[in-house]
């Protein structure tokens, strides 16, 4: 009577089982990771359902490292080692679903909890009709929150402060209207004469809308250039606003051919 081989030993035959298990749940914990983004952008889901499937995705890819993991072990004492792409795939897709999100979670925990950033926190500049009409009805009101948002924008981003320039104001405001456009977002309004400019900024993955207004004035013979960017939606906007404005900070100073130095 002849001896089964190896390979039809229950341990050869689970092993790969168990390794295509831990890649399968990968796969699922990374697209219910990055699927929600989109799903909410075509109103598929809900804010609340997105960020629910975001959540089972985290867990789905701790799942998944630790079975893939498992199936290693098992590959390796079976020595089926034909079958390690498996181990790769599932232990890279469930890291990934379970570290993208922890990310976010600890830049959360890292910033305070507001959505409205400006400059200019004693006299932040007012939004517009024109941007007013765009935000009826979202959740997130344009009423400035005061000296305790002030309070704490100033701990958690201390160089969000106004920009002062000694070159004239009409060649400020032209290089400001020219950065937004450049940066792709959506221009609402521009008034030379008052120097205030609105526009909207769509981020990439959800879609949320954060608003822009940028008001320059005299300043001596210069200008001075005050900014404030609001989310739409969302208690906190996880350093979104304030790395907007630096962005556009750099970028407004480079196209002027400046350097940005701290006031």
Avoid: C
Wanted: net charge positive; proline share 6%; aromatic share 8%.
């Amino acid at each position: 009577m002849s001896q089964p081989s190896r390979n039809d030993l229950p341990l050869a035959l689970w092993a790969p089982r168990i390794a295509l298990l831990g890649m399968s749940i990968g796969i699922l914990a990374i697209l219910a990771v990055l699927l929600p983004g989109p799903l909410y952008r075509l109103g598929i889901v809900g804010l609340g359902g997105a960020f629910g499937m975001i959540t089972y995705g985290a867990y789905g890819g701790m799942l998944a490292v630790l079975i893939t993991v498992i199936g290693l072990i098992l590959l390796l004492a079976a020595r089926r080692r034909e079958y390690f792409i498996r181990i790769i795939v599932g232990i890279t897709l469930g890291v990934i679903a379970w570290g993208v999100p922890y990310m976010w979670l600890k830049k959360a925990e890292s910033v305070p909890a507001i959505h409205d950033i400006t400059t200019d926190t004693a006299n932040p500049p007012q939004f517009q009709a024109d941007i007013l009409a765009l935000r009826k009805g979202a959740a997130n009101s344009t009423v400035y929150g005061g000296p305790k948002i002030a309070a704490l924008q100033e701990k958690a981003y201390p160089d969000i402060q106004p920009m002062l320039f000694s070159l004239p104001l009409s060649q400020v405001y032209a290089a400001a209207l020219q950065t937004v456009e450049a940066r792709g977002w959506k221009l609402v309004s521009n008034d030379p004469a008052t120097g205030i400019i609105e526009a909207t900024a769509t981020t990439f993955w959800f879609g949320f809308k954060d608003d822009v207004v940028i008001r320059i004035v005299p300043n001596g013979t210069g200008a001075r250039l005050d900014m404030r960017s609001e989310s739409r939606i969302g208690t906190s906007d996880v350093g979104r606003n304030a790395q907007r404005i630096r962005v556009f900070r750099a970028a407004l100073y480079k196209r002027l051919g400046l350097q940005y130095h701290r006031q």
